[in-house]
């Protein structure tokens, strides 16, 4: 019989696989590993999940059986990314994370989540890491007394979410440039004739 309900199931079951706290994220984990399971862990943004995100969170997969994803807040996100971003909220990220077939458990990344809280309370097997990953040579020592091994995985798309969100803006300006010279002079004018 089919697996249908709990994180181990094919189907998206959001509740399960979502922890709400780092406490609830170690004891689900330990479970896992006390069945003999391999605990990958992995992180990021996911804000307009593109294919790189979907092909990723496979490779990432792959380092294991169950895989533990981050997912950063919108605070945390506007404080590094600008008060444009998350395009996305945070609800609806880790939502749709629940739906990628890879994903087994979620979290979502506060701001004021201590450094390395996630890494800590998980303990991964296996820290999987993007090629243009912040952590330095110390930090990723540091990192292995939290974690079994560290793997880095190059990107696996060639647009980023932020190339996307600029490449839409660059071709709206193409849409409305032509209009807005058709109609501004004419709003202007009418603006400083009130006056």
């Keep these: 019989m089919a697996v249908t309900s709990g994180i181990l199931s094919p189907n998206a079951n959001f509740e399960d696989r979502l922890a709400t706290s780092l406490d609830e994220m170690t004891r689900t984990v330990e479970h896992l590993k006390g069945l003999g399971y391999t605990v990958v862990l992995t992180s990021g943004s996911f804000d307009l ?5 979907v092909k990723y969170l496979a490779r990432a997969r792959e380092f294991g059986d169950v895989l533990a994803v981050g997912v950063d807040g919108d605070a945390k996100i506007r404080r590094r990314k600008g008060d444009d971003r998350p395009m996305v909220p945070e609800g609806e990220r880790v939502e749709m994370l629940a739906y990628q077939r890879p994903v087994d458990l979620i979290y979502l990344k506060q701001d004021d989540d201590e450094h390395w809280s996630l890494i800590k ?75």
């Design 49 to 53: 999940i593109h294919l790189g995100h």
């Design 121 to 195: 309370a998980v303990r991964p097997d296996v820290l999987v890491l993007t090629a243009d990953h912040s952590y330095g040579a110390e930090d990723q020592e540091a990192l292995l007394e939290f974690c079994g091994r560290i793997e880095v995985v190059e990107r696996q798309a060639s647009v980023t979410t932020s190339e996307r969100i600029r490449q839409m803006y660059m071709h709206l300006g193409e849409r409305l440039g032509p209009k807005l010279a058709e109609v501004l002079p004419g709003l202007i004018d009418g603006i400083l004739r009130r006056r």
